[in-house]
């Protein structure tokens, strides 16, 4: 291998994971490249530190394709070909991925839509005007566990109340322990060290959140350049609009490399079952703790859920959200999974056959 092209590969995030993924290449006509932009089923690839290629996938893969996990994203590393005489390389394959940030896709379909892959850092962002909200964090945070890899909570727009940050981010901090929480204000990234010591050469971070919520104005100032245009917020929302349009992944300025994505007006989840217990694995524990084990958490006596929500150290509306994010998942999965469906109504039937029976013995004792 040249040293150029190992620095490339470095540079670009290629690392032991990869090179143990049985990456050898078995012609020498083919060679790795990183996914940098995909659109309309052609995708953007960084082939060495200055040389970018489009490329298509080539026909035998498209013809085992099955769902949207079988074809490229922005992130991946690919195994390509450059055909004589052409300027438009051949994508043969897709290199096992590291993690990969997904969501369902939006509408009715039971597929998934790939926000990034083999990202370290999912860089949860958003601001602190009426963007402020905790349950969509919490779904944020799910994506980002499921994919194991480290949530980062970007708190944009500071300036706009400057005498308060400090608590916001206390409370943000105290609501998602173990996260780490940074204030952003578009006036002063420059003085953002923390930026510099996650974006490292070779590491990759994507940048996830509502429309308006500044991860534009932020990935302009990383690359160094206006990348991506701007717009201002609504006045009468306090909203922003979408500015991308689509995921890019891009060289920062300390190095490290960095994906943007549209913002999101929904993030439905999947089958994020283990995203949604790492970001509550204190109610999971709860629930270990009731007396009985197919307790349902409503009047059940030794119910740990209630007796933590009767003494207020689970609050009502993280129980709330966790049943919703729950049943979600759950849902999801059912679309995917007959067996699934089956058990769920099998314990639906038990549970409508036990409600039953205690109205007719309630009604019995009055």
């Known amino acids: 291998m040249l040293s150029s092209e190992k620095e490339f590969l470095s540079l670009f995030g290629w690392d032991d994971f990869f090179e143990s993924q049985n990456s050898n290449l078995n012609s020498s006509s083919l060679f790795l490249a990183r996914v940098i932009c995909e659109e309309r089923n052609l995708y953007r690839l960084q082939v060495g530190i200055d040389e970018v290629l489009w490329a298509s996938v080539s026909g035998k893969k498209l013809f085992k394709a099955k769902t949207r996990v079988d074809y490229p994203a922005v992130g991946d590393w690919v195994v390509v070909e450059l055909p004589d005489l052409s300027d ?44 402020l909200n905790y349950r969509r964090i919490e779904r944020y945070l799910a994506v980002a566990w499921e994919a194991r890899a480290a949530p980062v909570i970007l708190l944009t727009k500071a300036d706009i109340c400057t005498e308060k940050i400090a608590a916001i981010v ?13 204030a952003l204000s578009k006036d002063d990234f420059a003085k953002a060290d923390f930026l510099s010591e996650y974006l490292v050469k070779g590491k990759t971070g994507v940048f996830i959140g509502s429309s308006g919520v500044g991860k534009s104005t932020l990935v302009n100032f990383l690359i160094g350049h206006e990348q991506i245009k701007t717009q201002d917020v609504r006045e009468s929302d306090g909203k922003g609009r979408h500015t991308t349009t689509s995921r890019s992944l891009y060289v920062s300025r300390y190095g490290g490399l960095i994906i943007d994505t549209p913002g999101m007006r929904e993030l439905q989840l999947a089958d994020h079952a283990e995203g949604v217990t790492a970001q509550f694995s204190d109610i999971e524990d709860l629930t270990k703790e009731c007396r009985f084990s197919d307790c349902r958490h409503q009047a059940e006596p030794g119910c740990a859920i209630q007796e933590a929500l009767a003494e207020e150290s689970l609050s009502e509306e993280r129980w709330t959200s966790y049943q919703k994010l729950e049943a979600e998942v759950r849902h999801g999965q059912r679309r995917q999974n007959k067996v699934l469906l089956a058990e769920d109504r099998k314990a639906w039937k038990k549970i409508s056959l036990q409600t039953r029976k205690e109205r007719h013995l309630k009604k019995g004792f009055n």
């Open 88 to 131: 438009r390389g051949v994508i043969h394959d897709i290199i096992p991925r590291k993690t990969m940030i997904h969501r369902k896709q939006v509408g009715s379909s039971a597929d998934m839509q790939i926000l990034s892959t083999n990202v370290d850092y999912v860089f949860v962002t958003t601001s602190v005007n009426e963007d």
């Open 170 to 182: 206390a409370d943000v901090q105290s609501e998602f322990p173990g996260v780490p929480v940074h």
